[in-house]
């Protein structure tokens, strides 16, 4: 199996589906997060071809400053607009067959960050 590994920042918390916010401040940020998760698609690619895969699993490893972690069904929730990014890249023809992986939680205080394994299942 072809895999593809994604490093992003962490989402933040007013991306949350719990997140109590404007919608004017969270289309911001949603629309902020699908680009930069598209670039990192991107850039993982390192300039080939994007595969458009029909099916794939996403394993999440997230990496945070302490040892308070998320919920994962929210955490795995505050990912859509990366998650559509990815979509956008070409990695996988629709993100309505990305299936999700319980996420992995683990901390690492001077490097927080999220990352997204797509492993093809074609």
């Not at 199996?1 to 994604?6: G, K, N, W």
Request: charged share 25%.
């Amino acid at each position: 199996m072809i895999s593809i590994t994604i490093l992003l920042p962490l989402p933040t918390r007013d991306l949350s589906p719990n997140a109590r916010i404007h919608w004017a401040k969270r289309a911001k940020l949603v629309k902020a997060s699908r680009k930069v998760a598209g670039l990192a698609s991107l850039e993982a690619l390192n300039l080939r071809k994007p595969p458009g895969w029909l099916k794939a699993k996403m394993e999440v490893k997230a990496y945070f400053k302490t040892l308070t972690f998320p919920d994962p069904d929210n955490f795995i929730a505050s990912l859509k607009s990366s998650i559509d990014g990815i979509a956008d890249s070409g990695i996988i023809l629709d993100d309505k067959a990305l299936w999700p992986e319980r996420p992995v939680f683990a901390k690492d205080a001077s490097n927080p960050r999220l990352e997204i394994t797509i492993t093809s299942e074609n």
